[in-house]
């Protein structure tokens, strides 16, 4: 958290230095503000401005419209100035550039700040933070489909993408809270079948909500590849199982990066049938996979180091 302190008025506040600092109604706010100035509805200014006031509590109404009207050209001019301060030392999440000069939305968050949406009248449940109750066949599928879109922009191929992550209340909630093998999950357990039919209704849902559950995957995929992870008590990092993209040091990895390095390992995993046929490994949760790939990879490490000593 950031901290603003008015020593004159003895105020101090504070205000979100990152996407996970926020609550899931702050962060919606603030990416709704990104997406509009991404679309072009609003500069990215005034994007950062509204932001400022909304993670301060501070309200634009017609008073304070009219106190404003009030001021001198001088006053106004350093108002407006300290306001352009305060966005660029606290509203730094919002963007990012791109490499080519060009601003991007900056989502970048691991918690899942959309874990249940509304799509028309249907209610849609989506995976835990940082993708943790996902099987493998969730993954895998998810992964393809977000490929897919990359590749050819297509927003049905986006509907495809969430439709693997989002799903509708399983019809026997009730009596499956109960039941021994209760695994927390409440969406419809994954069908690849069902993929076509629930993209009909994820199709639905609104631009905030569609660009937030991609970047948010996307970068949690590359978080979960690249970052130290606390897995059953046991802090590993993941990165050497993952190829890494070649780029320049002074640019940001795309959306479109941030996947990259899974679908040969997902695929790979798959063949070799390492927890049985794919439909079986497909309802392995895929925290449990990457924890045995890890595991492997340890053990061909120490089998090296045991050649090179011979």
Known sequence: MNQIEIPERK??????AHWDEMTAVQARYCLKQAVLAASGIIDPEEARVRCLYYLLDI??????????????KRQREEKFSRIALLCEE???FLFADNGKGQLEIN??????????????????????????????????AAVEEMQAYF???GEDQLSRMIACLYRPERKD???????????????????????EDLALITARLGKVERTGILLWFSHSLQYIQSEDLMISGREINLSPLFP????????????????????GVLFQLAEQKVFGEVDKADRTGFFDILVYMYEKHLENQKAKAKQKKK
């Open 59 to 72: 309200e634009r109404d017609s008073e304070s419209v009219r106190k404003e009207l009030l001021l001198t």
């Open 90 to 92: 606290l509203i730094t």
């Open 107 to 140: 989502y970048t968050p691991v918690l899942n700040h959309f874990p249940q949406v509304k799509a028309g009248k249907v209610v849609l449940y989506g995976p835990s933070h940082l993708l943790a109750d996902l099987t493998f066949g969730e993954l895998r």
């Open 173 to 195: 909630w009730e009596s499956w809270q109960r039941a021994e093998n209760y695994d927390g999950r409440r969406r419809e357990p994954f069908n690849r079948a069902r993929i």
């Open 151 to 153: 590749d050819s922009r």
């Open 11 to 16: 105020i101090k506040l504070e205000v979100p």
């Open 244 to 263: 890494q993209p070649v780029q320049e040091d002074s640019e940001p990895l795309r959306p479109d990066q941030r996947g990259a390095g899974w679908t």
